[in-house]
């Protein structure tokens, strides 16, 4: 059965740090691009970083850009949003999905057909 589960969301004060988990069970996710999204109540979800599988190349929205990571650990079947400097304005769902490649589109990393996973969330406050 594939599936993406994602892990390591919780409460966390600004300025500080935590590392979502992606891990994928039922298929192998080194062959495929890993994107991870945030959603708000009322607002459309967002992509905000991409791995590539062929290349390992990264995306990222300019909002997370030089805060957060994507990283993938083969061995372990699974992605990382690794997310520094957290700020008020990240508390989100955060969701990871896979698909074929990342793309772009309105300057944000994306998924044309992504697999989702059930998401964890991120509440950042102090």
């Known amino acids: 059965q594939v599936q993406l589960v994602e892990s390591g969301g919780g409460l966390v004060r600004p300025g500080g740090s935590l590392r979502l988990s992606c891990a994928a069970s039922?298929?192998?996710?080194?062959?495929?691009?890993t994107g991870w999204f945030r959603q708000v109540p009322g607002k459309e979800r967002e992509g905000i970083s991409c791995i590539n599988s062929s290349d390992g190349r990264t995306y990222y929205a300019d909002s997370v850009k030089g805060r957060f990571t994507i990283s993938r650990d083969n061995a372990k079947n699974t992605v990382y949003l690794q997310m520094n400097n957290l700020k008020p304005e990240d508390t989100a769902v955060y969701f990871c999905?896979?698909?074929?490649?990342?793309?772009?589109?309105?300057?944000?990393?994306?998924?044309?057909?992504?697999?989702w996973g059930q998401g964890t969330q991120v509440t950042v406050s102090s």
């Open positions: 039922g298929f192998t996710l080194r062959f495929y691009a």
């Open positions: 999905a896979f698909d074929t490649s990342c793309t772009v589109v309105g300057g944000l990393p994306n998924l044309a057909n992504p697999y």
